[in-house]
Nanobody, 129 residues
Framework: QVQLVESGGGLAQAGGSLRLSCAFS????????MGWFRQAPGKEREFVAA????????YYADSVNGRFTISRETAKNTVYLQMNNLKPEDTAVYYC??????????????????????WGQGTQVTVSS
């Protein structure tokens, strides 16, 4: 059974940085594509970033492109989201997700939340102005 546990959230000032981590519980980490989504109060869950199982493909929402970086470390079964130049509108609960696909992990597939079978419990990120 796959379990995902996020950490690294907290309070940051605008312009600051945070790094989120997502620990993947099973030994099959290298077979899964990984994604980050977020949900702000009163809003729908939205795509933030995704990385393919090999790490060769990465996708970002327009709102975070150039500020956030997704990466994965197979030896630690962990995916990261480095968030720089944070803005108050980045305030949300951030969720890690895992997907196992038979086909190509293209952008349209990566940004769709129904692609992902497993989800973490979320970690709060609050950015003050």
């Amino acid at each position: 059974q796959v379990q995902l546990v996020e950490s690294g959230g907290g309070l940051a000032q605008a312009g600051g940085s945070l790094r989120l981590s997502c620990a993947f519980s099973a030994s099959t980490f290298s077979y899964y594509h990984m994604g980050w989504f977020r949900q702000a109060p009163g809003k729908e869950r939205e795509f933030v970033a995704a990385i393919s199982l090999s790490g060769s493909s990465r996708y970002y929402a327009d709102s975070v492109n150039g500020r956030f970086t997704i990466s994965r470390e197979t030896a630690k079964n962990t995916v990261y989201l480095q968030m720089n130049n944070l803005k108050p509108e980045d305030t949300a609960v951030y969720y890690c997700a895992a997907a196992s696909l038979a086909g190509k992990f293209g952008r349209e597939v990566a940004l769709t939340h129904t692609t992902y079978a497993y989800w973490g419990q979320g970690t709060q990120v609050t950015v003050s102005s």
